[in-house]
């Protein structure tokens, strides 16, 4: 297998690849609507952001450094896009704080510059969006 090379997305690049998953993920939830189970809803978008060329990881292992040890599996993104977007995907009845928490720590693990939650279990899909920066 093939390692994929990339630079880092310019700020634009970054904001673009942000707007077509908010873009697909309405899609999904147009479709599939509240109610499913997260994974369902990540294996729907993992597919409609591939429809559009775009570097779609799933479950990506994220390990964590403690001291001199590197702890592995530790976490595990739900969807990395283009290795530089991290796309947590819910189905609860609101985001909470710790929703957001995980995915700053998750920001700074990486390390990332820009996430996204999504909350799919919401009436509509705008309602259930949360862009988290990461100030590297």
């Not at 309405?26 to 369902?40: A, D, N």
Request: charged share 25%.
């Amino acid at each position: 297998m093939r390692a994929i090379v990339m630079a880092a997305l310019s700020v634009a690049d970054l904001n673009r690849i942000s707007n077509l998953v908010v873009g697909s993920a309405i899609e999904v939830h147009r479709i599939l609507g509240p109610g499913l189970l997260e994974s369902v809803y990540e294996q729907c978008l993992a597919w409609e952001l591939e429809q559009q060329k775009l570097v779609v990881e799933r479950q990506v292992d994220l390990p964590l450094r403690y001291k001199d040890t590197l702890i592995q599996s530790v976490y595990r993104l739900d969807l990395l896009i283009q290795r530089e977007l991290i796309v947590e995907v819910k189905a609860v009845d609101a985001l909470q704080p710790v929703h957001t928490a995980q995915l700053l720590s998750y920001l700074k693990l990486k390390p990332a510059r820009l996430g996204l939650l999504l909350n799919f279990n919401v009436d509509v899909l705008r309602k259930g969006i949360k862009r988290v920066v990461n100030e590297l």
